[in-house]
């Protein structure tokens, strides 16, 4: 199995790629500029999203979309979304896509999504509404894919326990009633996850166990 990570210098990339490498998989970071990469000694294409070709994508199995816009760029999620729905129509490969918690019910009924709640931070609200738009995309699309939403507070310096928990499309606590994950647990779980094919062409939640946003 082999996977190439989009925008694997970024923080969550960067998390996936640790996570990959720890796991002594076959991975490859597609980054804009190589030299923005924190790890040494592993695959890479430089170039951006954007100009990828079908041809670049053969050589792997899974992509995996960490893709982060620039503040104000937020409808790119959109724009990289259909991009790659394009360069993996008609092939088996399959597409792993970093979501926003803002996508996710707060209700049983799924009548309200938690960035149409009042207190929802207002900086997050064009990438929650671009993700939201993208994961209808894949909903849509013919492709292989799933679409991985962090906890509502998504921690760049928590640590790496292992322990997370799953749930679907609503919020999810832990057992402290934190909807709390670190990016280390999340890229356990999405790597889990790319190992199972639990979750096929659906989206799912994940929160970490045994630890609290004080921890």
Excluded at 29 to 45: E, F, G, Y
Aim: aromatic share 6%.
């Amino acid at each position: 199995m082999k996977i190439a990570i989009i925008g694997a210098a970024g923080k969550a990339g960067t998390h996936l790629l640790n996570e990959a490498i720890l796991r002594q998989l076959d991975v490859t970071a597609i980054v804009k500029n190589v030299a923005t990469l924190s790890v040494d000694n592993v695959s890479t294409i430089g170039k951006n999203l954007f100009d990828l070709t079908k041809g670049d994508l053969v050589p792997f199995d899974i992509i995996i979309n960490a893709f982060a816009p620039l503040p104000g760029e937020e409808h790119l999620h959109i724009s990289a979304g259909h991009h790659l729905i394009s360069l993996l129509e008609g092939t088996t490969k399959k597409l792993f896509v970093i979501g926003c918690s803002g996508c996710l019910f707060v209700d049983s009924g799924k009548t309200t999504r938690l960035m149409e709640e009042e207190e929802y931070p207002q900086d997050l609200l064009d990438t929650s509404k671009a993700q939201l738009q993208n994961l209808q995309n894949l909903e849509n699309a013919s492709i292989q894919w799933t679409y991985v939403i962090p906890s509502a507070m998504f921690d760049s310096e928590g640590p790496r326990t292992g322990h997370y928990l799953k749930g679907g499309d609503q919020v999810l606590v832990n057992s402290q009633f934190n909807s709390y994950i670190s990016y280390a647990d999340f890229a356990v779980a999405m790597l889990d996850e790319i190992e199972k094919n639990e979750h096929p062409n659906t989206c799912f939640t994940v929160v970490s166990e045994n630890v609290t946003a004080a921890s």
